[in-house]
């Protein structure tokens, strides 16, 4: 399938996995771009942008196509250093770059210098907008259902999608919700050029998580997860459990007081004991409402390629048919 996205980044088919705090290693990342789509490492999970750069050549090594890497810019006063991290990409070779967070404009100028392609994760049309005014080549636009951080305006792909569709020149591909061929052919019908998927990504063969991580996803359903953080702005949405349960109860408590030091315990350092140990009570960690789409663990090559089997079938079948009067 050819969209401006595939055209963009020089992948086979339009489907990014997005980038994951201690899931997007260059297992993954190599997994997803070997299948055709495009693979991203999570930077921050690096510890040090020497790290970066070793495992950007571990994927290098892993694969011959096309990946990325995740830059999240985190709302923090000890900012990591950025500009190095950056420097790990350019000279890995790598080509594409996922920013979220906070606005990467800092960055734009060393990034395309090296000619990066930048695709900026937004939770809003305003947002979107001002990632196309500072140079973005494309938005990753995240609706409500995303696991992760959705923002504070709780607009669901349904509505955000075609607001996008509406307002943006550049290409954009949906993120948020995304499982199979018909979150694919919903995307493309909404004005998307793609999708991103991150927790249908966890509950793959080559994911290096703890397999009670995967089991936790297929059996979870959509009602399964909880946002958390709203009081402090920094919203996120999780998949439930005993640690989450208490992050809840201390944000009753304490209301608008909450300060991030009241749930310290249940959302920092969580991810390694989740994703390695598969200690799945310690606390909070991201995931989507898409986990009651989610109900086996395929590969990569062999979820991508359903997903296009899938989409090709939509649209030549079922869609078609409507069309015939
Ligand atoms: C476990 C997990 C960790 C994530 N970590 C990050 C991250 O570090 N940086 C980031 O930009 N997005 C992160 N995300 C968001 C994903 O890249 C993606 O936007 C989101 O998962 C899409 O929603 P979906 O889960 O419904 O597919 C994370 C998501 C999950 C599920």
Same mark, same amino acid.
């Given at each position: 399938m050819k969209t401006r996205i595939t055209e963009l980044f020089g992948i086979q088919h339009?489907? =990014? +996995?997005?980038?994951? @705090? !201690?899931?997007? !290693?260059? #297992? /993954? &990342? &190599? &997994?997803?771009s070997n299948a055709g789509g495009l693979g991203i490492i999570t930077g921050l999970t690096q510890k040090t942008p020497e790290l970066l750069a070793r495992e950007i050549a571990k994927c290098r090594e892993m694969t011959d196509k096309p990946f990325g890497v *995740?830059? %999240? $810019? /985190?709302? %923090? $006063?000890?900012?990591?250093?950025?500009?190095?991290?950056? +420097?790990? =990409? =350019?000279?890995?070779?790598?080509?594409a770059v996922e920013t979220a967070g906070r606005n990467p404009q800092a960055y734009m100028d060393q990034m395309k210098a090296a000619g990066i392609k930048v695709i900026h994760k937004c939770t809003s049309v305003r947002h979107s907008l001002k990632a196309e005014a500072i140079g973005c080549d494309a938005v990753s636009v995240d609706g409500f259902e995303c696991g992760g951080h959705p923002g504070e305006d709780d607009i669901p792909n349904f509505i955000l999608l075609p607001r996008a569709a509406e307002e943006l020149k550049i290409p954009f591909v949906a993120s948020g919700g995304m499982a199979d061929g018909r979150s694919l052919v919903a995307a493309l019908a909404l004005g998307a050029e793609g999708i991103n998927m991150g927790t249908r990504f966890i509950a %793959?063969?080559? &994911?290096?998580? @703890? #397999? *009670?991580?995967k089991q936790a996803i297929v059996a979870a359903s959509e009602l399964d997860t909880r946002l958390i953080m709203r009081s402090l702005r920094n919203t996120e949405r999780v998949l439930m459990n005993e640690g989450v349960k208490r992050v809840l109860e201390i944000e009753r408590e304490k209301g608008d007081a909450i300060t991030i030091d009241d749930i310290h315990d249940q959302v920092a350092g969580i991810y390694p004991k989740v994703m390695i140990d598969g200690d799945m009570q310690s606390g909070a960690w991201s995931c989507g409402m898409v986990a009651g789409l989610i109900h086996d663990v395929p590969s990569c090559k062999a979820l991508i390629d359903r997903i296009m089997s899938e989409a090709h079938e939509l649209i030549t079948g079922r869609l078609a048919r409507f069309d015939r009067g």
């Open positions: 339009p489907i =990014i +996995q997005g980038g994951m @705090h !201690f899931v997007g !290693f260059a #297992e /993954l &990342a &190599a &997994a997803v *995740n830059l %999240t $810019f /985190l709302p %923090t $006063f000890s900012a990591p250093p950025y500009p190095e991290y950056i +420097q790990a =990409i =350019i000279e890995g070779g790598v080509k %793959t063969q080559e &994911a290096p998580v @703890h #397999e *009670n991580v």
